[in-house]
T-cell receptor, first 112, second 117 residues
């Protein structure tokens, strides 16, 4: 079965600082990978998805970028964080037609 | 464009009672999938149940069942005999196919369920 590792679990960063969140997947190959953001008390907003190495699709124009340097590695980055980048970031991998996604445990980012 | 609507921001239910969480969706695709996820306070997303648009019967998984009414475009989650551990956020989601033939899940805004002892 799939397992998704995300780190760090929590992060407090000053405005204007860079960001790098990493997600790695075990138990599958060539997965579809996704980055979601959840604002406090809100639903999940899809930020990026990737169907393969180097292939990134952006859903929402924003201050963030994503990269997929290896088959099972997905990275979310920012050069300069904004206050509005605060939220709970979840990485997900497509598990199959009938099961939706497997999610990582998430990173709670607070920009101060 | 597809859309998922969850109109109940919060619900309080007595322990051992059944609870129904509402979800309506909007799509023009004939083939789609609907999911429910549970998110405890820890933040993890736990898959609960899936319903395909062509499935003839309502999906069931233990204490969870999905009341699928295709003509009304609703996919309500029913939890029977609620337990204190059911207190969490619940999200309805729909599988959407992108312009390039890839898949993504679109989520509703969620319902916070609180079980009262």
């Amino acid at each position: 079965s799939q397992t998704i590792h995300q780190w760090p679990a929590t992060l407090v960063q000053p405005v204007g600082s860079p960001l790098s969140l990493e997600c790695t997947v075990e138990g599958t190959s060539n997965p579809n990978l996704y980055w979601y953001r959840q604002a406090a008390g809100r639903g999940l907003q899809l930020l990026f998805y990737s169907v393969g190495i180097g292939q990134i699709s952006s859903e929402v124009p924003q201050n963030l970028s994503a990269s997929r340097p290896q088959d099972r590695q997905f990275i979310l980055s920012s050069k300069k964080l904004l206050l509005s980048d605060s939220g709970f970031y979840l990485c997900a991998s497509r598990r199959g037609q009938y099961y939706g996604y497997t999610f990582g445990s998430g990173t709670r980012l607070t920009v101060v | 464009a597809q859309k998922i609507t969850q109109t109940q921001p919060g619900m309080f239910v007595q322990e051992k009672e059944a609870v129904t969480l509402d979800c309506t969706y909007d799509t023009s695709d004939p083939s789609y999938g609907l999911f429910w996820y549970k998110q405890p306070s820890s933040g993890e997303m736990i898959f609960l149940i899936y319903q395909g648009s062509y499935d003839q019967q309502n999906a069931t998984e233990g204490r969870y069942s999905l009341n699928f009414q295709k003509a009304r475009k609703s996919a309500n989650l029913v939890i029977s005999a609620s337990q204190l551990g059911d207190s969490a956020m619940y999200f309805c989601a729909m599988r959407e196919v992108t312009n390039f033939g890839n898949e993504k899940l679109t989520f509703g805004t969620g319902t916070r369920l609180t079980i009262i002892p």
